[in-house]
């Protein structure tokens, strides 16, 4: 597999297009992920786009009688992609519309059926068939299509008025839109047998609805992703991963590091300055400033898998490797490991605040259940009991909680007791699937990824739509502050920052054609 640099070129800014005759033909200018962008159809006021690297943001401008009916008008950038994607991006307008003319001073400052979003395209041609992820400037969102050439445009309206996230997915000639308000989870829609051939032109666009007024709409968190296709084999196949630096408040999102492989479960170093990872079972030190990579020497343990921890003082790093897995400890600048549980399997979470105990998940009497161990070494201490699977403890930084997560409820859900085992009480109660919580530097509140209930309880695979989600220590409804392609790795192990407000995290794509 290539690098993934080409599919995400985060280092490339176009500027807007220049102003001239309307309806001017595409330019093949870059835009971020895109190859290209311009109108498309006859639009009397040429539009703009422009990608702002620092930011992660993009500008497009447009004005365009409609999307919709037989034929469209609006700005388009987009990349062609051949056979199955994901799009997602998060929408925002900007601006009032402005008459362009005086002719047009009677016209409204802005319509409320101006449309911004996700789109696949057969063609440039105004005509074409497409499928589009819309929304519209009074808060409707929509699912809408044209299935032929000069054909009627189709739409189903999603019950989710006023989302700004938005996400469109190509299987074959079946198409799902997904979209939400920031911090809750999808709406699905679907529709089957539009055919837009084998490559198709997939992007972003802004249509004013307004031939005469010009719009300006903001895009951000912007991902085109290659899924894994049929026949996929997890643990020998694997995608591409995309570690990424998450603001938990605002749900900005921005691109760090990129390997062709698998890099999975960043921690956050104490100092803020670097993340530790796993990759090919082996662990790396990842400079956030200056982009470096160096692995971590944990000889004679280099079978790593991606349950890995640093103690909370940051001076050592526990981890989970072999076959079956054990529980090993070693400087966290590297050095000789150390082997402190002899049975497996065997899998580190977390280490208590005072360092002198490490919480893990192990397999003893045919269930998985929480142990802790002295970190350097002695007997193990069973702390649940109950039917099922019971995974990913890690303490608080207070000490006084083992957050868990648990499937004696028939889902899996979070869960925390106290040290000793006693206390124990469920913090989620919905129909998903809710893994690896992780308690923020301050103490105010946990993130743990949520797969959806047609995952079974007990599994958390590769490659699926995975939301990561806060909620405070104490419970209380979940929030969504990322929409992820990923799963497995993605964030198995506590990744906070230590300001408490980002979070680090593995996202995943293939190579994108």
């Given at each position: 597999m290539k690098p993934l640099a080409p599919l995400l070129a985060l280092g490339c800014v176009a500027a807007a297009l220049a102003a001239g005759a309307a309806g001017q033909a595409p330019r093949p200018e870059r835009l971020g992920v895109f190859s290209a962008h311009g109108d498309v159809g006859a639009v009397k006021i040429a539009g703009s786009a422009a990608y702002d690297e620092a930011a992660g943001d993009y500008t497009l401008t447009a004005s365009g009688a409609n999307v919709w009916g037989t034929s469209d008008e609006l700005h388009f950038a987009w990349k062609e992609i051949e056979g199955d994607f994901i799009l997602?991006?998060?929408?925002?307008?900007?601006s009032v519309g402005e008459p362009s003319s005086p002719d047009a001073?009677?016209?409204?400052?802005?319509?409320?059926?101006?449309?911004?979003?996700l789109m696949a395209r057969s063609s440039l041609d105004p005509a074409s068939p497409h499928v589009t992820v819309t929304a519209h400037g009074d808060g409707l969102t929509a699912l809408q299509f044209r299935r032929v050439q000069k054909g009627e445009t189709e739409e189903i309206r999603s019950d989710r008025a006023g989302s700004d996230?938005?996400?469109?997915?190509?299987?074959?000639?079946?198409?799902?839109?997904?979209?939400?308000?920031?911090?809750?989870?999808?709406?699905?829609?679907?529709?089957?047998?539009?055919?837009?051939?084998?490559?198709?032109h997939v992007g972003i666009?802004?249509?004013?609805?307004?031939?005469?007024?010009?719009?300006?709409?903001?895009?951000?968190?912007?991902?085109?992703?290659?899924?894994?296709?049929?026949?996929?084999t997890p643990y020998r196949d694997y995608l591409g991963s995309l570690v990424e630096v998450l603001d938990a408040e605002t749900g900005?999102?921005?691109v760090v590091h990129t390997v062709a492989d698998s890099m999975q479960a960043p921690n956050w170093t104490n100092d803020g300055r670097r993340l530790v990872m796993n990759r090919n079972g082996r662990i790396?030190?990842?400079?956030?400033?200056?982009?470096?990579?160096?692995?971590i020497?944990?000889?004679?343990?280099?079978?790593?898998?991606?349950?890995?921890?640093?103690?909370?003082?940051?001076?050592?790093?526990?981890?989970?490797?072999?076959?079956?897995?054990?529980?090993?400890?070693?400087?966290?600048?590297?050095?000789?490991?150390?082997?402190?549980t002899p049975a497996g399997p065997s899998y580190l979470h977390g280490w208590s605040a005072d360092g002198k105990l490490l919480a893990f998940t192990g397999q003893r009497e045919g269930d998985y259940d929480i142990y802790v161990v002295p970190a350097g070494g002695g007997p193990e201490r069973r702390l649940t009991t109950a039917p099922g699977l019971d995974d990913g403890p890690e303490f608080t930084p207070d000490g006084k909680w083992i957050y868990f997560n648990s499937t004696r409820s028939g889902r899996m859900q979070v869960w925390r007791m106290r040290p000793d085992g006693s206390g124990q009480e469920p913090l989620t109660f919905d129909d998903f699937n809710n893994w690896f919580p992780h308690v923020s530097p301050d103490?105010?509140?946990?993130?743990?990824?949520?797969?959806?209930?047609?995952?079974?309880?007990?599994?958390?695979?590769?490659?699926?739509?995975?939301y990561l989600r806060t909620m405070p220590l104490d419970g209380g409804a979940p929030r969504v502050v990322a929409y992820v392609y990923g799963g497995q790795g993605s964030i198995n192990v506590n990744s906070w920052a230590p300001d408490s407000r980002r979070l680090a995290f593995v996202s995943n794509s293939g190579e994108l054609p």
């Open positions: 997602q991006a998060r929408v925002n307008f900007v001073a009677s016209k409204p400052a802005h319509n409320p059926h101006r449309k911004v979003g996230v938005l996400q469109l997915e190509r299987r074959g000639n079946t198409w799902t839109a997904l979209v939400a308000r920031f911090g809750e989870p999808y709406a699905v829609s679907r529709v089957d047998d539009v055919k837009l051939g084998a490559r198709a666009f802004l249509c004013s609805h307004e031939a005469e007024v010009v719009e300006t709409a903001v895009l951000h968190n912007v991902r085109l992703i290659r899924p894994a296709p049929e026949g996929f900005r999102r921005r790396y030190s990842f400079e956030l400033e200056t982009r470096a990579v160096a692995e020497d944990t000889a004679p343990m280099t079978r790593n898998n991606n349950d890995h921890a640093l103690s909370f003082d940051g001076t050592m790093l526990g981890l989970s490797g072999g076959q079956p897995s054990t529980v090993w400890t070693v400087p966290a600048g590297g050095g000789t490991a150390r082997q402190i103490g105010t509140r946990v993130v743990f990824i949520t797969y959806g209930p047609e995952v079974a309880p007990d599994d958390h695979p590769w490659y699926k739509r995975v």
